[in-house]
């Protein structure tokens, strides 16, 4: 089984303190796709210990957001950026050599801005929205096997988050934000892995705020996803969120999500 993680970090530097690498070593890993880094390449490779392939953008604005994809198998092909958004730690990519037909998959790492209803910011992240989706569309088309990992700060429907009721004029919960990701699951063709596997019901969560008893009641957001072509969902066989015993034991204010797909990468391991 190949083993997938994505998990925003909320900066590697102070997951680290907080014990990122127990997690890290019991986990194992094979590609770990990290968002809001915040951090250099130094740092996030004091960071997670030796023995990683990787690419890694760092944001130009210093201490906000970076993404990486690290694997314990040399990638064949990397990219960072995303259109207008080169540079700003949202968007990196990797090929990887497979076993089977097709022969390729390219695993991403997405982060997008929480954004604020009515406000600019907002508007970007609409723009950011827009060239990701044309993007996916475009990695799918060749019939390679795609994943895109990473917190897309949408809870795309109401089983997505505790209190919907109370956010459906806040951003993260949007009309337009959610129609998006109907699009994404209907015309460029995803697939929700977790969803798919966990059937209609609640969460899992994987978002819960660090103030209050929001982490203890389970009042949390899912906005961190594997989103997969197809015939790569198809082989997917678990997928879960490693929520932490307790809430001293977090060591971001998300948790890990972590599938298993029945697929085996080329050679090149280090």
Not at 6 to 23: K, L, P, S, Y
Not at 233 to 240: D, F, I, S
Not at 245 to 258: G, N
């Amino acid at each position: 089984m190949l083993t997938i993680a994505t998990a925003n970090v909320n900066g590697i530097r102070a997951a680290e303190r907080r014990g990122v690498q127990g997690w890290l070593a019991a986990r194992r890993p094979d590609v770990l796709c990290l968002q809001e880094v915040r951090a250099d390449d130094d740092a996030l490779c004091g960071a997670i210990g030796p023995g990683w392939y990787g690419v890694h953008e760092e944001a130009a604005a210093k201490g906000r957001a970076g993404v990486a994809v690290l694997s314990r198998v040399a990638p064949v092909g990397t990219r960072r950026g995303l259109g207008d958004f080169v540079g700003a730690g949202r968007w990196v990519e990797a090929d990887f050599a497979v076993d089977g037909d097709p022969d390729l998959l390219t695993a991403v790492s997405v982060y997008v801005h929480k954004g604020e209803a009515g406000a600019p910011k907002q508007e970007e992240k609409y723009r950011f929205l827009d060239v990701v989706a044309e993007r996916m569309g475009k990695l799918a088309a060749d019939g390679r096997h795609v994943l895109v990992c990473g917190d897309v700060n949408i809870a795309h429907r109401e089983f997505d988050l505790k209190n919907w009721k109370g956010n459906l004029n806040h951003a993260g919960f949007l009309p337009r934000e959610r129609a998006w990701f109907d699009g994404l699951l209907g015309e460029v063709g995803f697939v929700d892995v977790q969803r798919a596997l966990v059937g209609e019901r609640p969460g899992p969560y994987s978002w819960w705020s660090w103030r209050g008893k929001a982490f203890d009641i389970d009042s949390g957001w899912r906005i961190d996803y594997h989103l997969a072509t197809p015939a790569l969902a198809a082989l997917a066989r678990t997928a879960e969120v490693d929520r932490a015993p307790s809430y001293a034991e977090r060591w971001s204010d998300h948790a890990a999500v972590v599938a298993e797909y029945d697929l085996r990468l080329g050679a090149g391991a280090c």
